[in-house]
């Protein structure tokens, strides 16, 4: 068999969002601006870097509006922020950045345990958020969350999905995002799931993938020969959502980035100048982190057994 691989992939950093948001050591907003400029340094180009939700459910995320007015000027940076209703929305178009991701799930559990409404009640809400995103100037990346599978409900019915997501093309979305927010998907589930979403979707399709099972890094493979080209990644494979059991990290950004390169993918990170950013954050949280290579001092390329 051939490997079909783009030339170049993009990552999206979501460390400083679903990495931190469910870890109960407050990151100072500092630390945070630290690790944002050391990933810019890295080559990252696009950072999620808070959501805009309310503090006392996710006290690590209280900084929002703080961390964004301290934002370094970088052309050619994207910053991103998450917000689950129309406050974090505007929230976010108050905080001066430029896109908000959004997000549904599909799992009717775990929205209401996430963002306290049914599914039904969050279709009928995803559409004043794209409109106050609009009325603020602001893009929209809408994701599914739980689109492979959910702790409470299992497998997610495909259709469901594909449902969910003609709904937020119908909006105007400038971005979809498949979001594995619980790690269940398997390649062969993959492989269905972008041949039934990619030929709908007229937008850019970002993958966002945790690592629960050990099969993060396998879904992104299967994906790139799919022609995707957008992955969600957080340093160290830090993340995790408050609102779902057991769940664990997203992908790893410099295991990722290292794979990516390593089959010839290009993404413009050096991936030991994230893993930089993944020790500092292990000392700070004081444990190990999900990761791989950010245990191996940095080395320079050549050296690696
Ligand atoms: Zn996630």
């Not at 950045?97 to 799992?107: E, P, T």
């Not at 995790?240 to 990170?269: H, K, R, S, Y």
Request: glycine content about 10%.
């Amino acid at each position: 068999m051939e490997l079909r691989l783009p030339a170049q992939a993009d990552i999206i950093e979501v460390g400083l969002r679903d990495g931190l948001q469910s870890e109960p050591t407050i990151i100072p907003t500092a630390t945070k601006l630290t690790l944002i400029r050391q990933l810019i340094a890295a080559g990252v180009r696009h950072i999620q870097v808070a959501s805009f939700v309310n503090p006392r459910r996710v006290p690590q995320m209280a900084d929002a509006e703080a961390l964004c007015a301290e934002l370094p000027s970088a052309p050619g940076v994207i910053f991103s922020g998450l917000a689950l209703n129309v406050r974090g929305v505007e929230r976010a178009g108050a905080a001066g950045l430029r896109q908000v991701d959004i997000g549904i799930s599909a799992s009717d559990t775990h929205s209401r345990k996430n963002a306290g409404l049914s599914l039904a009640a969050a279709l009928e809400q995803v559409a004043a958020m794209v409109s106050a995103a609009r009325a603020c100037g602001l893009t929209v990346r809408a994701g599914v969350q739980c689109a492979f599978g959910c702790v409470y409900e299992g497998m997610i019915p495909l259709d469901r999905v594909v449902r969910i997501v003609e709904h937020l093309l119908t909006l105007g979305i400038n971005e979809l995002a498949l979001a594995d927010s619980t790690g269940m998907a398997n390649p062969r589930q993959m492989a269905d799931m972008l041949d039934a979403v990619l030929p709908r979707a007229q937008v850019p399709v970002t993958l966002h993938l945790h690592d629960t099972r050990g099969m993060g890094l396998t879904n992104v493979l299967v994906a790139l020969q799919y022609g995707v080209t957008r992955f969600d990644a957080a340093f160290g494979g830090l993340g995790g959502c408050p609102f779902i059991a057991g769940a664990t990290g997203n992908i790893a950004t410099e295991d990722t980035v290292n794979m990516l390169e390593q089959v010839g993918v290009a993404t413009g990170i050096d991936w030991r100048k994230v893993a930089e950013c993944s020790r500092l954050i292990s000392a700070c949280l004081a444990r190990e982190l999900p990761g791989k290579l950010y245990r191996l001092q940095a080395l320079p390329s050549g050296h690696m057994h």
